[in-house]
């Protein structure tokens, strides 16, 4: 069992940043990927980003490239999302993920654990 708490959520203008951070905690395997997703309201769940645990691979959604980064704390256990350049179209709840393996992931039903999400609204 994985256990995944996402924080860092909140009300930020247009343009404005954000950095969300996902702890993991529990059986973590020495081989696996932790993603980020968003979903909005009567939408559905769509791949942010995502990281290797070792940090040596990361993939992104074409629409936050250059403004979204992800990165992770081997010593925490922690894996971040720092959001620059907000608009309102990232509004969204967002999940960090966890999926073991070699392979990355860009689909939901690809990952196996799942944290409680955090809430992103940005204002235009």
């Known amino acids: 069992q994985v256990q995944l708490v996402e924080s860092g959520g909140g009300l930020v203008q247009a343009g404005g940043s954000l950095r969300l951070s996902c702890v993991a905690s529990?059986?973590?395997?020495?081989?696996?990927?932790m993603g980020w997703f968003r979903q909005a309201p009567g939408k559905e769940r769509d791949f942010v980003a995502t990281?290797?645990?070792?940090?040596?691979?990361?993939q992104y959604r074409d629409s936050v490239k250059g403004r979204f980064t992800i990165s992770r704390d081997a010593a925490k256990n922690t894996v971040y999302l720092q959001m620059n350049s907000l608009n309102p179209e990232d509004t969204a709840v967002y999940y960090c993920?966890?999926?073991?393996?070699?392979?990355?992931?860009?689909?939901?039903?690809?990952?196996?654990?799942w944290g409680q999400g955090t809430q992103v609204t940005v204002s235009s």
């Open positions: 990281i290797r645990w070792d940090g040596s691979s990361t």
């Open positions: 529990g059986r973590l395997i020495s081989i696996y990927y």
């Open positions: 993920a966890y999926r073991r393996g070699v392979f990355p992931s860009d689909t939901a039903d690809g990952y196996e654990y």
